[in-house]
């Protein structure tokens, strides 16, 4: 079993900045991908950054280039989204997750934070 545990959301004016932070555990032999997904109210949820086990590669949706960063801990499993110069357009449920290497027969799963709320909003 894995558990991601996130943090961080809430109500934000724009321009305005906030962190997400989630943390993974349980059974983990290792992380290779983390990242965020998020998800306005009526529409998909899409991509919006994610980082690799030794931060070699960082991806960014366009929308959020030069505001969004993306960093992780490896020792803690945690992955960490730092959010500036906040639009309304960014208001949605933010959602970490991890690609996790789980035992008996190292196989790799996608596993999923519970969400956390982003309203931007004046």
């Known amino acids: 079993q894995v558990q991601l545990v996130e943090s961080g959301g809430g109500l934000v004016q724009p321009g305005g900045s906030l962190r997400l932070s989630c943390a993974a555990s349980?059974?983990?032999?290792?992380?290779?991908?983390m990242g965020w997904y998020r998800q306005p109210p009526g529409k998909q949820r899409d991509l919006v950054a994610a980082i690799t086990s030794g931060s070699t590669t960082n991806y960014y949706v366009d929308s959020v280039k030069g505001r969004f960063t993306i960093s992780r801990d490896n020792a803690k499993n945690m992955v960490y989204l730092q959010m500036n110069s906040l639009k309304p357009e960014d208001t949605a449920v933010y959602y970490c997750y991890a690609d996790v290497l789980t035992p008996p027969k190292y196989t790799v799963a996608k596993f999923w934070g519970q969400g956390t709320q982003v309203t931007v909003s004046s």
């Open positions: 349980g059974t983990i032999l290792g992380i290779y991908t």
